[in-house]
């Protein structure tokens, strides 16, 4: 045993080259996560997380509280952080368009590392799967040297409802079976790296806690369902244009949560929500799916040390946006809310990060390819040009570095973008531009979004016209977090609209950090 541990610390100390990288990502989650309760406690209510692998990522992490995606679905939110270019650059608004045939041929993170030597890995979800959203193979494969998925006749897809408590007796499930498959692969790379023969950058997309939410039974026991409450604002905030409201069909096609099934005709309309013992299983599903993806990167996490591999990689973990469970009697994503679009993020970066750190600094999803790149030493990613289509490699986001060299730094950016579209079509054949944005600025203490409509200028291009198609959004999140009281036809607030109204259209550059 000694030996053994011997050449261990040996292969670590005379390991050379860069670092590698583990890219975790989560689908659906929201920072429902132990490390993040207190600072949830404002925005949402939920019980204590049982999560203790994320929370000892954090540990040694830079933990981002306040981290926004730039687009609160799966695809646009995926192909804005994978390219580091914001929705109206990638053009990618919807889950049937793929962004190197309509915004441009542009440098992924997993990409970027493959053209420097690394060997690149998918395993599970990491763009959006598919042939529509991410080209031949479905996975942007040019982004890859290799991928994998589990074979859908190993695992259990569920029984058909939003949510189920799994029994043994069933096939394991896709999460479980894909982690097996990231523990073998790093057994088989852990011996070339650990001499500096070859980096890795793996990407692990786990499919839960998206719908449906299935879990295995015994984690449904970490939550009592006396420990579950029912959202504390299960109303639309008061004065909100209609626009702004989403319909929540993702949930509404399963069995159990029909209009049928559920006896009402109107649900899904505002305020016409799920009956409160449906909202309470949910609530709880959620949770339970959570920790049970929890454990699985945490038996990945424990490998990574016992082959010492730890030593030489960075660890990102991110959901790709946020959720809502209830609240404002919304489910699922697809709106400009803050619930919806801020989502767990943290780094962990070999001596840089290792006794933990934390930030309440505005970041954005736009701004994790540029870290990375700094973080393994290469060369800083150059400013993208205002119009970028035309060019592979630049980012619209900024290395969070600094962050990590002085978490409260006040030179960073004081604001941050995200936009929902809403409408019709505005061409026969471009389902990815319709004719309502809502585009929205988020400051430390306000929310400002405006629902304005698009102009179409042919081919795969658009701009915002700025004329309002429904009235704006105003919300004070220092005494408002919930997000619950639209104040944007209140006087006393009218200096601040127009200040918010006059950052929002002059858009992200004008936000960048000072230095």
Known sequence: MLGVSFLLFYLISVSQGRKNILFIGS????????????????????????????????????????????????????????????????????????????????TTIPQFFK??????INVGKIFHHGAKASGPGGDDDISWSEKFHADGNDIYHGNGNSWEAVSKNEKPLKDTVEANWVIQRLRELAPSALLGEENFFLGWGLHKPHL????????????????????????????????????????????????????????????????????????????????????????????LELLGLAENTIIAFWGDHGWQLGEHSEWCKQTNFEVATRAPLMIHIPQLTDGGLRTKKLVEFVDIFPTLVEATEFPTLELCPEMSNETELCTEGSSLLPLVNDPQTVTWKDSVFWQYRRGEKVCQDCTHIMSIMGYSIRTDAYRFTEWVGITYLGGNNYEPNWHYKDHPELYDLINDPEENVNLYNDPAYSEVKSQLRKKLRAGWREALPSV
């Open 27 to 106: 689908d659906d989650l929201r920072p429902n996560l132990g490390v993040y309760n207190d600072v949830n406690d404002d925005i949402f209510n939920s019980p204590e997380m049982v999560t203790p692998n994320l929370d000892k990522l954090a540990s040694k992490s830079i933990v981002f509280d306040h981290a926004y995606v730039q687009y609160a679905v799966c695809s646009p939110s995926r192909t804005s952080m994978l390219t580091s270019r914001r929705p109206d650059t990638t053009h990618i608004t919807d889950l049937q368009s793929y962004f190197r045939e309509i915004g441009g041929n542009f």
């Open 115 to 120: 053209n420097h030597q690394y060997t690149s």
């Open 212 to 303: 449906p939410f299935i879990f295995p039974e015994e984690f449904g026991d970490l939550y009592p369902l006396e420990s579950v409450s029912l959202p504390r604002n299960p109303h639309a905030p008061f004065q909100m244009p209609d626009t702004a409201w989403s319909e929540w069909e993702g949930l509404r096609k399963y069995d159990d949560c029909s209009k049928e099934a559920i006896g009402d005709e109107h649900l899904g309309e505002i305020n016409a929500t799920l009956p409160d013992f449906k909202v309470l299983e949910l609530r709880r599903a959620y949770y339970s799916a959570i920790s049970y993806i929890d454990m699985e990167i945490g038996r990945v996490l424990d490998e």
